[in-house]
């Protein structure tokens, strides 16, 4: 992918460039354009092609999860009926929000070899086409935002924790109200437990939006981050005195 498009640019703009270690030799002006086209085209379609078949195994991996450990959970509550320390309210979270979770998170562990490989390629490329110092700076960025998201993730889970606690209790009084509809109907209680499921729900929504805020804010941190490993690159790149070319600028952002 960037070895080709590097090689392209390189050639559209000098078209007596020499050539890659990887393109047949004795080619012409308009077959090398032809050859570097293809190449471009066969990489993108076996990028797709790996991306896709990725894409299912994640999920496929993430329903098998997910549907074992609900069927765990539901099978548990079950037979712990009546004598269990768990709420309805908690339970309900377990399901529909952690067994989630848990399955996404397993289902992009196997990603990991493949993440780490590609750091490795993109690192070298990066050190061909920029330098040393250009690379240390970019990563440098990435050290600064390292800490900050840590901190925003903590702040994350936090108001996340809240926002569950809450609807934990909501949930657990919802039940208490239909377990209990005939008692409650016959002394006129509605307006009370009415009032009070009222007041928890409000609380659950201010708890909620407050941790789509600090989600949404940290997903606007997130995509600030190669924005800035991108000019902290290029600006150390520049005050060096190196020429900034077309070829080093879009193969560097590929």
Not at 43 to 49: D, K, V
Not at 107 to 112: I, N
Not at 126 to 138: D, I, N, S, T, V
Not at 199 to 208: D, F, I, Y
Request: proline share 3%.
């Amino acid at each position: 992918g960037p070895a080709t498009l590097n090689a392209m640019i390189t050639w559209l703009a000098e078209p007596n460039s020499a050539s890659v270690w990887w393109e047949p030799s004795g080619l012409t002006a308009p077959r090398r354009g032809m050859f570097y086209l293809v190449a471009m085209a066969v990489a993108n379609a076996a990028r797709t092609i790996m991306e896709q078949h990725a894409g299912n195994l994640s999920t496929a991996i993430n329903s098998q999860v997910n549907t074992a450990v609900t069927g765990e959970i539901f099978s548990k509550a079950m037979r712990q009926k009546g004598h269990s320390r768990f709420s309805t309210g908690k339970v309900m979270n377990l399901l529909g929000d952690d067994a989630g979770q848990l399955s996404e998170w397993i289902g992009t562990v196997y990603k990991l070899p493949a993440s780490l490989l590609t750091i490795a390629i993109g690192g070298w490329q990066l050190l061909r086409l920029l330098g040393a110092a250009p690379l240390l700076g970019g990563v440098g960025v990435l050290g600064i935002f390292a800490p900050l998201s840590y901190l925003a993730t903590r702040h994350c889970k936090f108001h996340r924790d809240a926002w569950f606690d809450l609807r934990d209790v909501r949930v657990s009084q919802m039940s208490e109200c239909l377990h209990a509809m005939k008692l409650i109907k016959s002394n006129a209680w509605e307006a009370g437990f009415a009032s009070l499921i009222g007041e928890t729900r409000v609380r659950e929504l201010a708890a909620c939006f407050k941790y789509r805020v600090v989600d949404y804010l940290m997903m606007i941190m997130w995509s600030t981050v190669p924005l800035a490993t991108a000019a902290a690159a290029f600006g150390i790149h520049a005050v060096q005195g190196r020429k900034l070319t077309i070829n080093v600028m879009f193969t560097s952002l590929a």
